[in-house]
């Protein structure tokens, strides 16, 4: 990996995925963070907006007493939708240009339009104090259109 020392210290990556009641997501997720930390020198942590451990904010300030003083928060998701424009920055604490939240009469609760609720399960506070950088979720890639071609070919 070709940055200093000083930046690699300073870095840490965050994976926000949605989480599940299943097992599954949780395992795949792992697997790319697993794949990614070979790549890299910075730490990694997945982190999950619903259902699984460890919550985004928890996540978050794991990697602060790790002496990280930027996060790079990634939203495993191929696409925009709700969870990556408003659900995601508002436990961030982002407001990204979007209308970050619409709580129902009790607050508690964020509902839209697949199917199933978000308790706000957030307790816990985010004590970090550094930069938190959002990218994009991962888009139209060619990797994605290789790894399609891949199970295309493995599927004849």
Do not use: C
Not at 21 to 35: F, Q
Not at 44 to 49: F, G
Not at 123 to 137: D, M, N, Q, R, V
Not at 138 to 153: F, M, P, Q, S
């Amino acid at each position: 990996m070709d940055t200093n020392s000083n930046s690699k210290n300073n870095i840490g990556v965050l994976l926000i995925s949605h989480g599940s009641r299943l097992p599954y997501g949780e395992d795949v997720i792992n697997k790319i963070a697993e794949i990614y930390r070979e790549k890299t020198d910075y730490p990694v942590i997945v982190s999950y907006m619903n259902m699984s451990k460890p919550t985004i904010p928890t996540a978050i300030n794991q990697l602060a007493e790790s002496g990280v003083e930027k996060i790079i928060a990634i939203p495993v998701f191929l696409a925009h939708g709700v969870h990556t424009t408003q659900d995601i920055p508002n436990i961030l604490g982002i407001d990204n240009g979007h209308d970050l939240k619409e709580q129902s009469s009790t607050g508690n609760e964020h509902h839209h339009g697949h199917g199933h609720s978000h308790h706000e399960e957030e307790t816990e506070e985010i004590s970090f104090k550094g930069e938190i950088i959002y990218t994009e979720p991962l888009g139209a890639d060619r990797r994605i259109a290789d790894i399609i071609e891949d199970r295309v070919n493995d599927a004849l």
